[in-house]
């Protein structure tokens, strides 16, 4: 790696080197080391740095030193297309404020906003647009964004635009562009899924990858990673429990759709909790709003959809809560990475439903991190968790005895009537049972963990999983089945152990695998699916609609296939 003493050895213009150290940056992150240089020649560039080492300044830099001085006209030289509207706010920002030595223009344009206001900035000419896919194609379409002029393209959190689903718009915005643009890619990560991005749309890019600096033990982010599985039933009930428990200062609550995380929300404010609800469906001012109330404190629990797991970085976080297994192992990363940031500490809880253990195992052997399971907290703890707290708010406000003097007078009459010991146990009671929640009558089922079959391939002789006792599919006579119950290897899969393949690797990869005659096959269709009937115990054949002539046929064969 390159080694340099600052900003002026990368090639960049003095001027700019000048205003980055006003603003205080003394020298370059390894991801601005490398990238700089070569960005500055105009080469494609795939870059791979984890979230928090500067890649937002390491292609900022280059775009605003290449800026001309003069005669820029108003069709915009470089576009910045980012995941959400807060890291689309956040990199203007920064972008502007790099860019005040060359009077850069730039505007943010989003979802949300007024577009006749972005229209009327696009007009008046910019140098550097930032935006989201969705609304970017949107002035394209529009004729309000001239691309005519874009020389260099970034794509910022690329992973994460593909999975929020804005492939098709990244794709139809790329073929807008100039052919001869410079493109630029970052990424927290690179999975299979955006290497045909890469391969259609950057031209011989030099890659670079920045791996993560293995810190003293002293320095590493300190996150606690704790699992649950819990009945769906009883999610609402276990989450409202695990906050007890933990007491957050704030927690940020991931759920998968808006309908669900209104829902959330909204059961949790009946609950006492001060929640509120964060997503993609809202403007940008009730955005701004709630994270207001987050950010003064008035709410202790954000619930939101993935829109908010990049660009928001709250002080006081303290507790990430997926009230959903993540779909991928990158989701989980950059939900949990909301805490344990700049040395504090931070706690990351999943709930997991039975169906889910095999996606939460995935996303631990994937990301190397360690997740403890731990059961669900009993009527019981919660209740000594509550009378901990309300004894270490009596504590805390014993310490302030002047503002107890008022309550002198109180207390002398009240022990005299009831007697002191009579009077604080009252006291107490009230102070305790206005700080309570749910009435905890019913305790949450726990959930055993299911034990993994090391030999699957090996076990697949034992009895359809759904079966009743005594009711072997083998008396089906359906040839897949031998008289002792064991499977006849065919190479199709047994749709009855097709489950949930979601935390498989290629289920993760956005592909489905297919081996006739191997292993397990994911992603293939049950019988019953694909049209082939079931036939019972009675000898009923299970095929929707009537029966025909030819239905005997097959019986005849499934005969033979038992080798009767």
Do not use: W
Request: contains cysteine; glycine residues 10%.
């Amino acid at each position: 790696m390159t080694t340099t003493t600052g900003f002026g050895d990368l090639g960049l213009h003095e001027e700019l080197v000048a205003a980055l150290g006003q603003l205080g940056y003394e020298a370059p992150t390894p991801i601005q080391t490398e990238s700089i240089p070569k960005l500055l020649t105009g080469q494609d560039l795939l870059g791979q740095a984890a979230t928090g080492t500067g890649k937002t300044a390491a292609f900022a830099l280059p775009l605003l030193n290449q800026l001309p001085d003069s005669d820029r006209g108003t069709a915009p030289s470089a576009l910045v297309l980012v995941p959400t509207r807060e890291l689309c706010l956040q990199v203007s920002s920064a972008v502007h404020r790099y860019g005040r030595p060359f009077d850069a223009r730039t505007s943010p344009i989003y979802g949300g906003q007024p577009i006749s206001r972005q229209i009327k900035a696009l007009k008046q000419g910019r140098d550097i647009v930032i935006g989201t896919p969705g609304r970017v194609l949107d002035h394209l379409r529009r004729g309000t964004l001239d691309p005519s002029a874009i020389a260099t393209v970034v794509l910022d959190e690329a992973d994460e635009m593909l999975d929020m689903g804005f492939a098709e718009d990244l794709e139809a915005i790329l073929d807008q562009l100039p052919a001869d643009r410079q493109t630029v890619l970052f990424s927290a990560t690179i999975p299979r899924r955006i290497r045909g991005l890469i391969d259609q749309h950057l031209n011989n890019p030099i890659r670079i990858e920045i791996k993560a600096e293995k810190l003293p033990e002293s320095e590493q982010p300190q996150v606690r990673q704790n699992s649950y599985l819990v009945p769906r039933s009883h999610k609402v009930a276990a989450l409202c429990r695990l906050v007890d428990i933990e007491s957050p200062d704030a927690a940020l609550i991931f759920c998968r759709t808006r309908d669900e995380v209104d829902q959330l929300a909204e059961e949790l404010n009946g609950r006492a909790y001060r929640a509120a609800a964060l997503h993609g469906g809202m403007d940008q001012g009730q955005r701004t709003r709630i994270l207001g109330l987050l950010r003064n404190r008035q709410a202790e629990l954000l619930v939101a959809t993935d829109v908010a797991a990049r660009g928001l970085d709250i002080s006081h976080l303290t507790h990430v809560i997926n009230y959903d297994v993540p779909s991928s192992p990158e989701s989980y990363t950059h939900r949990i990475g909301r805490v344990g940031r700049a040395g504090r500490t931070g706690v990351a809880l999943t709930i997991a439903e039975p169906r889910e253990q095999r996606q939460l195992s995935f996303i631990q052997r994937i990301t190397g991190h360690k997740i403890e399971l731990r059961q669900v907290p009993t009527v019981e703890n919660v209740r000594q968790r509550r009378l901990s707290v309300t004894r270490d708010a009596i504590e805390q406000a014993a310490l302030d005895k002047s503002s107890l003097h008022a309550y002198r007078e109180m207390l002398a009459s009240l022990s005299e009537d009831l007697g002191e010991q009579q009077a604080a146990l009252a006291a107490i009671h009230i102070a305790h049972t206005l700080g309570s929640r749910d009435s905890l009558d019913e305790e949450i089922p726990q959930v055993e963990p299911q034990q993994r079959d090391k030999s699957r391939s090996g076990n697949r002789h034992r009895p359809h999983r759904g079966g009743k006792p005594g009711r072997h599919r083998s008396s089906r006579g359906d040839g897949k089945y031998s008289s002792d119950g064991r499977r006849k290897h065919s190479g199709k899969q047994d749709s009855s152990r097709s489950g949930d393949h979601s935390g498989d690797e290629n289920s993760y990869s956005g592909k489905k695998r297919d081996k006739s005659g191997g292993k397990d096959s994911y992603g293939g269709k049950s019988n019953k699916a694909a049209g082939k009937g079931k036939s019972g115990g009675k000898g009923k054949s299970g095929s929707k609609g009537k029966p025909t002539g030819k239905a005997k046929k097959p019986r005849s064969k499934r005969k033979a296939g038992d080798g009767k």
